[in-house]
């Protein structure tokens, strides 16, 4: 006769610690896919704030690269300046750049000229571009701010810094002056400056240094066009 032994089941302690084990798991695993989630927001948030700032580059390229030099002929609504932001971005409301560009593309063929004004300014935190038509009036009648287009670039904008390269500082630097690590420590922070040598017309070279909320700083230098002999 053949003996058999009775089955047993989990004890209530084995039960437990099943448990414990189980929900320790459930824990691990869902702080995992809850910091994976997260992650992928913050790369998708990080990706899209660098279109933003190239987007935004790629418009100040295109004006910087098509503004107008200054006449041969005396012209007093001809206009270039520019100058870094003075205060926090979150605080200011600055103008940071203002100038005459050609080249405004006229797809419907319309009367009208290819010329712009354009400028750029800071307003709480936030990067706009206005722009309006040229119409031959004096600079002193045009408020951009009233009569313009407004094109928001960049929010979050913590600082702006310009730096502009003049004539001047080529003639006493040379090379110096577009060379090593702080080449553009002599260049002007503010555009015209009548105390400097050659810091009229359009500068050789801009510098522009954009700060973001989160996303840091990024810098492009602009070469612009020659001034007529």
């Known amino acids: 006769m053949s003996s058999q032994r009775p089955q047993q089941g989990f004890t209530l302690l084995e039960v437990l610690i099943a448990l414990v084990i189980s929900a320790l798991i459930a824990v691990m695993a869902f702080q995992s896919l809850n910091a994976a989630n997260n992650g992928a927001e913050r790369t998708n948030q990080v990706l899209n704030e660098i279109n933003q700032i190239d987007r935004a580059w790629q418009i100040i390229a295109a004006d910087l690269r098509h503004s107008i030099p200054l006449p ?39 009367p009208r000229s290819d010329l712009q004004i354009v400028s750029y300014r800071v307003l709480d935190g936030e ?38 390269l003049h004539q001047g500082a080529i003639t006493s630097k040379g090379k110096s002056a577009l060379e090593d690590r702080e080449y553009s420590n002599d260049w002007l922070q503010s555009w015209p400056d009548n105390n400097q040598q050659g810091a009229n017309g359009l500068p050789l070279a801009v510098e522009i240094s954009i700060e973001l909320e989160g996303v840091g700083t990024s810098v492009r230098l602009f070469a612009l066009p020659e001034q007529p002999q």
Do not use: C, I, Y
């Not at 520019?82 to 419907?108: M, P, Y």
């Open 72 to 110: 041969a002929t005396a012209d007093r609504n001809w206009v270039f300046r520019a100058e870094s932001l003075r205060t926090s971005g979150e605080n200011s409301d600055q103008e940071v750049l203002l100038f005459k560009r050609r080249g405004w593309v006229n797809f419907s063929n319309l």
């Open 127 to 164: 990067l706009w571009r206005d722009f309006l038509p040229e119409h031959n009036r004096d600079l002193g009648d045009v408020d951009l701010e009233e009569d313009g287009f407004h094109q928001l670039l960049l929010k979050n904008v913590k600082d702006v810094q310009l730096r502009m």
